[in-house]
């Protein structure tokens, strides 16, 4: 199938996103403006790291906006998924379901009352669910975005890009995400459905974050806030949210490597791989440069078959690129 591209572009941090003001001339305290610049500095690294990939990724199952589908992909089979929905409060039941047949919703979102419940359910008897309330909102939009992953109780919530750290609840014995054909029910009535993008793989925090704050300057949603605290809280895979030392290691790697290391590559891929996955194939040692395979070669180092002195065909990388990849390394606990 061919991958689709969607191109846009990211605005600036707001200071009501950040909770930053210097109302009246006043001069904010140097402490707090320090605060926004590393806040900017946080949001400017993981943007610029993945959003490019997110919007061309082939793991888009579905993406709609003011009622127009720009692309679908059928069938849909997936172990895990994710969605991203601009709307407003007149959007009320159940406004989003991935299901495998009647009652067998993987993955569910209703919206009643101002509560949005995120649900994994095997069926009538045996779900798993996560809850949040949704702000006041003078405009009536807001957004949801949530990651499903393959076991019943791995769910993740964002509502206007903050992570809502509920507690996910279980009702009898839910099973894991099955591999059938999905199909995607969305309301008849899409007058307060104003963009919709649906992935079939769980995202990271930082991914559903940055998607979010994509999707809503595009639809026009106030208020969705860079969230900090879904940076550095691991880099692993499924719905662990990427350190920056991995993310500004994986843009090196991405700009550098990619060539010859693509989707598909017989010489073994870089693309869409997390922090563990590159530990996994031998490609890095945390806290261990001479034992980092990648590393040697990167800085012109052989080390086991091939050849040391990588990109193939590119100049060498700079200092400042090596730093990086160094750190990254250096700072994996």
Same mark, same amino acid.
């Given at each position: 199938?061919?991958? !689709? /591209?969607?191109?846009?572009?990211? @605005?600036?941090?707001?200071?009501? $996103?950040?909770?930053?003001?210097?109302?009246?001339?006043? +001069?904010?305290?140097?402490?707090?403006?320090?605060?926004?610049q590393?806040?900017?500095?946080?949001?400017?690294?993981?943007d610029?790291?993945?959003?490019?990939?997110? +919007?061309?990724?082939?793991?888009?199952?579905?993406?709609?906006?003011?009622? #127009?589908?720009?692309?679908?992909?059928?069938?849909?089979?997936a172990?895990?998924? &994710?969605? $991203?929905?601009? *709307?407003?409060?007149?959007?009320?039941?159940?406004?989003?379901?991935?299901?495998? =047949?009647?009652?067998l919703e993987?993955?569910?979102?209703?919206?009643?009352?101002?509560?949005?419940r995120?649900?994994? #359910?095997?069926?009538?008897?045996?779900?798993?669910?996560?809850?949040?309330?949704?702000?006041?909102?003078?405009? %009536? /939009?807001?957004?949801i975005a949530?990651?499903?992953?393959? =076991?019943?109780?791995?769910?993740? +919530?964002?509502i206007?890009?903050l992570?809502?750290?509920?507690?996910?609840?279980t009702?009898?014995?839910?099973?894991? !995400?099955?591999?059938?054909?999905?199909?995607?029910?969305?309301?008849?009535?899409?007058? %307060?459905?104003?963009?919709?993008?649906?992935?079939?793989?769980?995202?990271?925090?930082?991914?559903?974050?940055v998607?979010?704050? !994509?999707?809503?300057k595009?639809?026009? #949603?106030?208020?969705?806030?860079?969230?900090?605290?879904?940076?550095?809280?691991?880099?692993?895979s499924?719905?662990?949210?990427?350190?920056? %030392?991995?993310?500004?290691?994986?843009?090196?790697?991405?700009?550098?490597?990619?060539?010859?290391?693509?989707? @598909? &590559?017989?010489?073994?891929?870089?693309?869409?791989?997390?922090q563990?996955?590159?530990?996994?194939?031998?490609?890095i040692?945390?806290?261990?440069?001479?034992?980092? /395979?990648?590393?040697?070669? *990167?800085?012109?180092?052989?080390?086991?078959?091939?050849p040391?002195?990588?990109?193939?065909?590119?100049?060498? +990388?700079?200092?400042?690129?090596?730093? #990086?990849?160094?750190?990254?390394?250096?700072?994996?606990?």
């Amino acid at each position: 199938m061919r991958r !689709y /591209k969607i191109v846009g572009v990211l @605005g600036a941090i707001s200071c009501a $996103i950040l909770t930053f003001q210097n109302c009246g001339g006043e +001069l904010a305290p140097l402490s707090s403006a320090v605060e926004l610049q590393n806040l900017y500095d946080s949001q400017s690294i993981i943007d610029s790291s993945l959003l490019p990939n997110l +919007l061309s990724a082939d793991s888009i199952s579905y993406w709609e906006k003011n009622s #127009v589908i720009s692309f679908e992909k059928t069938p849909l089979f997936a172990e895990a998924s &994710s969605v $991203i929905l601009a *709307l407003d409060s007149t959007q009320t039941g159940n406004i989003y379901s991935l299901n495998s =047949g009647t009652n067998l919703e993987d993955a569910q979102i209703t919206f009643n009352n101002g509560v949005v419940r995120a649900s994994h #359910v095997t069926d009538l008897s045996n779900y798993s669910y996560l809850e949040a309330s949704v702000p006041v909102n003078p405009a %009536g /939009k807001f957004l949801i975005a949530a990651a499903f992953g393959n =076991g019943a109780k791995e769910i993740t +919530l964002l509502i206007n890009g903050l992570n809502q750290q509920a507690t996910v609840n279980t009702v009898g014995t839910p099973l894991a !995400y099955s591999y059938l054909s999905k199909n995607r029910v969305l309301p008849t009535n899409k007058q %307060g459905l104003f963009e919709l993008a649906i992935y079939d793989k769980a995202l990271s925090g930082s991914e559903l974050n940055v998607l979010s704050r !994509y999707i809503a300057k595009s639809a026009q #949603v106030s208020s969705v806030a860079f969230d900090p605290s879904l940076v550095d809280t691991g880099g692993g895979s499924g719905v662990a949210s990427p350190t920056l %030392g991995f993310l500004a290691a994986k843009s090196v790697i991405d700009r550098n490597c990619l060539e010859c290391h693509g989707s @598909g &590559s017989p010489n073994g891929t870089f693309a869409d791989l997390s922090q563990d996955q590159f530990i996994r194939k031998g490609l890095i040692s945390p806290k261990n440069l001479a034992g980092s /395979k990648m590393y040697s070669r *990167l800085t012109g180092v052989s080390v086991g078959p091939g050849p040391g002195n990588m990109p193939l065909g590119k100049a060498a +990388l700079s200092d400042p690129d090596k730093t #990086v990849i160094a750190t990254w390394i250096n700072s994996i606990q």
